[in-house]
């Protein structure tokens, strides 16, 4: 995790920036990494550690009515990348979360959110797959191993969260 503080701080500094100027973060991944997505979106909807404002953040998988309707209208690829193309604004923030960094409705989603003209971060494992090349920030967790990867991408989550909330309220 000290290999990835410096690019952390970039990270909380870019979203930062956008929810400044009015923009929200969006926040997308699946299965173990769809929790993560709510569980972030939540904690800066909600609060962390202290009472304060919300910050403006979504899951883009947490209505489930367009989850599936999207999957089956166009196709599992195109579930983010639809909800990107909804909600996403220029100045928004694309949170996206792989493992593997392969993901096919991932990849979508950054397209879109490129399309968009949002900034894109991504969470990945050791190698990035092929999103390390397409984020703005891509932090790598240094491993392998599915559940380390995970584990580390909510260690990951909770400290930009309470960067966050510090920096903004």
Do not use: W
Request: with cysteine; aromatic share 2%; proline share 2%.
């Amino acid at each position: 995790m000290r290999a990835l503080a410096a690019d952390v701080d970039r990270v909380v500094e870019l979203i930062a920036r956008s929810m400044r100027a009015g923009g929200a973060l969006l926040v997308c991944g699946n299965g173990g990494s769809a929790a993560d997505a709510q569980h972030i979106s939540a904690e800066l909807t909600g609060r962390f550690l202290r009472d304060r404002r919300p910050l403006r953040a979504m899951a883009l998988h947490a209505n489930t009515s367009s989850l599936t309707a999207i999957g089956n209208d166009y196709g599992y690829d195109e579930v983010f990348a639809r909800e990107v193309g909804a909600h996403g604004r220029e100045g928004d923030v694309l949170l996206a979360i792989s493992t593997s960094g392969n993901s096919r409705n991932i990849l979508r989603a950054i397209e879109a959110a490129r399309e968009k003209r949002m900034a894109v971060v991504g969470l990945t494992g050791e190698a990035g797959g092929k999103m390390r090349d397409l984020c703005d920030l891509c932090l790598c967790v240094p491993s392998a191993s599915t559940p380390r990867i995970q584990e580390c991408h909510i260690v990951i989550g909770h400290t930009v969260c309470e960067l966050l909330e510090h920096i903004l309220c």
